[in-house]
């Protein structure tokens, strides 16, 4: 059973029910977002499947790189905080890479900089996996958030 709020007694009916309206958008946002996330995870897993049937290695700290920038640029344009765009990607990336490593076969420690920041551990840590490992030094340094351009207000 779900837990309301309790609202005071003068609280406005117009402003409860414009609040209610608001709270309905967030709840179809959410799960729209959940939907979107299990299709995206369905996209990973493939790639997943593949690299473990050619030996590559689950993790692409290139690519992870390129997806972190494009989505900070992103989340400018959309007024988003790119600092947040990031940390949320580099979760989706810890996920994925740790869904890689079990297809595979392997039992994931640890990835660079985009997964290992959302997990709280220090950049240039290594992925060791029981069939691939990739090196801590190929796993470059973070950028601060301030390194990318402020956002401007339009």
């Known amino acids: 059973m779900a837990v309301h709020e309790e609202l005071p007694p003068e609280a406005d009916a117009a402003a409860i029910d414009q609040l209610h309206s608001i709270r309905e958008s967030i709840d179809n946002i959410d799960a729209a977002l959940i939907h979107l996330l299990a299709e995206r ?15 590559l290695p689950a993790a692409d700290p290139a690519r992870e790189l390129m997806q972190i920038d494009r989505l900070r640029g992103l989340a400018e344009e959309a007024h988003l905080d790119p600092a947040f765009a990031e940390k949320f990607l580099n979760f989706i990336i810890a996920e994925v890479i740790h869904h890689h490593v079990k297809i595979a076969g392997g039992e994931p420690v640890v990835v660079g900089r985009a997964a290992g920041a959302a997990a709280g551990l220090p950049a240039g840590s290594a992925t060791v996996t029981a069939k691939t490992a990739v090196p801590a030094a190929t796993h470059p340094v973070p950028h601060p958030p301030t390194a990318h351009a402020p956002i401007r207000a339009s």
């Not at 995870?41 to 030996?55: D, E, I, M, N, S």
């Open 41 to 55: 995870f369905k996209f990973t897993q493939q790639v997943g499947r593949l690299k473990a049937t050619h030996g």
